[in-house]
Structure formats: structure tokens, C-alpha cells
């Protein structure tokens, strides 16, 4: 009789927000610890981010709220997306970003009274009910801003994992006059950081980090000020997808990302070397380790 493997489950899209900002001549971005109750990387810091809801891809009601045409869509966040698909990327962006992290990447109408106070206070008091922001819209004449979504890494989860993703990660300049505050609910704790300490304190235990979000810290390592920033994020493409290859093991799981040289090999994890194989932060790598509840870049 032939055994019946069992199918990887299907990813479900997603968007995640790096918001980013300078502080005191460095750059910063937003993480955010989700809750140790929490399915998908329980305790570890993350960006905020969720996955993409039906009403996301509400074309009619969209298109008549945004600060970019149809066409523009396609431009700035397709690249090998449909508008359609496109679209409920951004709009998720949007939404997870302001429903996690108290962003909100819109404006009202011209010569109608800001508002946002108000819709921030809301949030933490009443919660946020599922079509907050298609009521935000049709009812307040908000615009969403479509504008300063750009676009950054698209990423898969891996085939093992439990829950699967299929995520756009967008970058954002933290928008002025703003705070971001956690929800409480789905994530504990905020925190503004330099990529550099963000890794120091990932492999210290302090800021336990997500394999995404210590990948994304490494690529931000070069950057030196917001202008360096948006100069790498102005013509940047989505690229091809992303999906690491988990490796399980008695000693705790191992990721391969795609570049790993062994990438597409058999191979066995030598249990004895992994402890010496932890890399310092800034180190390049292509492997990361979960040891002692910490994910930690680790040498080939």
C-alpha cells in the first residue's frame, strides 16, 4: 500500500508594514511582540501585518477612495499582480497596520475636520468591528494612501510550517503627527529600533525576532539615514517570491533561505556544530536556528 502524504497547506495572502522613521540620526522601524497566545510565531517581534479579508478586494468601493488612479495601482504595487490583487494587498497593508500598530495611512477629505484622534481613540476604547475601514470611508470621506506603501520582499512561508502565508512585505515612513500604540489584544508591546540593536538583542533573549523580521533588520544594515532608504525603496520590485525550506530537527528547527548553497540538497544537521555556528549580528547568512526559543542566524 502506498503512504499518503500529506499536502502542504495553501498560503494565505497577506501584507506586512516595515514602518520606518530617523531618530537622533539613525534609522528606526516598529516591531511589535504578538501575544504569547498566538498560532504564528507566539512572543517573538514582528511588523505589523495580517492577512488579506474579501472586502479588501472591493474594487467598486475603493477606487473612489484612494490617492492613486487604477493604473497607478497597478505600477506602484503590482508587478506581476493584477489591479484586483494588487488593490487588496494595499488595502490590507492599510487596515492590519492601523488595527496592530494605531497607524493610519489615510486623510480626510479637503476642508473636512481631521478626525484622527478621534478614530485612534476608538480603537483602544470600543475595539474595531470587522468593516471599520469600509465604514471609515463611505461614511467620513477618509482617503486611504496608497502613496506611501512601497514596495519591499515578498515572501512564502515555509511548506512545513502549520499556518502558511503568501506575504507582501510594504515599507512606510512612519507618518508625522502620528503614534504607534499595540492593540493589547493580538500584540503586547511596541518598540522603536535600530536594526543593529534589533539583532544584538534578538541573540541576547531580549527581543525574540520572527525569521522574517531578523532577515529584513539584516537587509537594512546599510542603510544609514531615511534619504538611503528611499532611494533603495523608489525603484524596488516585488522579485521573486521568497520561500525558505524548513528542516526539523531534534535540536530545533532549522530554516534554509533560498540563497543557502544547500539550498535545493539533501542534507543532514550536524547537532554537535550548531551551537558553534551561531553568527554575531551583521554577519551574512543564509540559515536560521530556533535554540532556546530564539531564532538565530547560524553558519553553513
Same mark, same amino acid.
Given at each position: 500500500?502506498?503512504?499518503?502524504?500529506?499536502? $502542504?497547506?495553501?498560503?494565505?495572502?497577506?501584507?506586512?508594514?516595515?514602518? *520606518?522613521?530617523?531618530?537622533?540620526?539613525?534609522?528606526?522601524?516598529?516591531?511589535?511582540? #504578538?501575544?504569547?497566545?498566538?498560532? &504564528? &510565531?507566539?512572543?517573538?517581534?514582528?511588523?505589523?501585518?495580517?492577512?488579506?479579508?474579501?472586502?479588501?478586494?472591493?474594487?467598486?468601493?475603493?477606487?473612489?477612495?484612494?490617492?492613486?488612479?487604477?493604473?497607478?495601482?497597478? /505600477?506602484?504595487?503590482?508587478?506581476?499582480?493584477?489591479?484586483?490583487?494588487?488593490?487588496?494587498?494595499?488595502?490590507? @497593508?492599510?487596515?492590519?497596520? &492601523?488595527?496592530? @500598530?494605531?497607524?493610519?495611512?489615510?486623510?480626510?477629505?479637503?476642508?473636512?475636520?481631521?478626525?484622527?484622534?478621534?478614530?485612534?481613540?476608538?480603537?483602544?476604547?470600543?475595539?474595531?468591528?470587522?468593516?471599520?475601514?469600509? @465604514?471609515?470611508? #463611505?461614511?467620513?470621506?477618509?482617503?486611504?494612501?496608497?502613496?506611501?506603501?512601497?514596495?519591499?520582499?515578498?515572501?512564502?512561508?515555509?511548506?512545513?510550517?502549520?499556518? #502558511?502565508?503568501?506575504? /507582501?512585505?510594504?515599507?512606510? &515612513?512612519?507618518?508625522?503627527?502620528?503614534?504607534?500604540?499595540?492593540?493589547?489584544?493580538?500584540?503586547?508591546?511596541?518598540?522603536?529600533?535600530?536594526?543593529?540593536?534589533?539583532? @544584538?538583542?534578538?541573540?541576547?533573549?531580549?527581543?525574540?525576532?520572527?525569521?522574517?523580521?531578523?532577515?529584513?533588520?539584516?537587509?537594512?544594515? $546599510?542603510?544609514?539615514?531615511?534619504?538611503?532608504?528611499?532611494? *533603495?525603496?523608489?525603484?524596488?520590485?516585488?522579485?521573486?517570491?521568497?520561500?525558505? #525550506?524548513?528542516?526539523?530537527?531534534?535540536?530545533?528547527?532549522?530554516?534554509?533561505?533560498?540563497?543557502?548553497?544547500?539550498?535545493?540538497?539533501?542534507?543532514?544537521?550536524? $547537532?554537535?556544530?550548531?551551537?558553534?555556528?551561531?553568527?554575531?549580528?551583521?554577519?551574512?547568512?543564509?540559515?536560521?536556528?530556533?535554540?532556546?526559543?530564539?531564532?538565530?542566524?547560524?553558519?553553513?
Amino acid at each position: 500500500m502506498t503512504k499518503k502524504t500529506s499536502q $502542504p497547506k495553501r498560503p494565505r495572502p497577506a501584507s506586512t508594514v516595515i514602518l *520606518a522613521r530617523e531618530h537622533e540620526g539613525e534609522v528606526q522601524v516598529f516591531l511589535l511582540r #504578538r501575544s504569547g497566545t498566538s498560532g &504564528f &510565531f507566539p512572543g517573538n517581534y514582528v511588523f505589523p501585518g495580517g492577512t488579506i479579508e474579501p472586502e479588501d478586494h472591493n474594487l467598486e468601493l475603493w477606487q473612489r477612495n484612494l490617492d492613486m488612479d487604477l493604473s497607478e495601482v497597478s /505600477r506602484r504595487l503590482g508587478g506581476g499582480l493584477g489591479v484586483n490583487e494588487a488593490l487588496g494587498f494595499g488595502v490590507a @497593508a492599510i487596515r492590519e497596520t &492601523f488595527e496592530e @500598530a494605531g497607524v493610519l495611512l489615510a486623510y480626510r477629505s479637503e476642508g473636512m475636520k481631521d478626525g484622527l484622534e478621534e478614530v485612534c481613540d476608538g480603537r483602544m476604547t470600543i475595539g474595531l468591528s470587522r468593516g471599520w475601514l469600509e @465604514a471609515l470611508v #463611505r461614511s467620513e470621506g477618509w482617503t486611504l494612501a496608497l502613496t506611501r506603501l512601497g514596495r519591499w520582499a515578498h515572501w512564502i512561508t515555509p511548506e512545513l510550517m502549520p499556518y #502558511r502565508f503568501d506575504t /507582501r512585505f510594504f515599507l512606510v &515612513f512612519m507618518p508625522p503627527g502620528q503614534e504607534c500604540t499595540p492593540d493589547a489584544r493580538e500584540t503586547t508591546h511596541g518598540i522603536w529600533i535600530n536594526p543593529a540593536r534589533g539583532l @544584538a538583542r534578538n541573540l541576547e533573549g531580549e527581543i525574540p525576532l520572527s525569521p522574517p523580521t531578523l532577515i529584513t533588520l539584516h537587509e537594512l544594515l $546599510p542603510y544609514r539615514d531615511m534619504e538611503a532608504v528611499e532611494k *533603495a525603496v523608489e525603484d524596488r520590485v516585488w522579485g521573486e517570491a521568497l520561500l525558505p #525550506r524548513l528542516i526539523p530537527h531534534s535540536q530545533g528547527p532549522v530554516i534554509l533561505e533560498p540563497w543557502d548553497p544547500l539550498y535545493h540538497e539533501e542534507i543532514e544537521i550536524d $547537532p554537535k556544530r550548531l551551537v558553534d555556528s551561531i553568527l554575531p549580528p551583521g554577519e551574512p547568512f543564509s540559515r536560521v536556528w530556533l535554540h532556546e526559543g530564539i531564532w538565530k542566524p547560524v553558519g553553513v
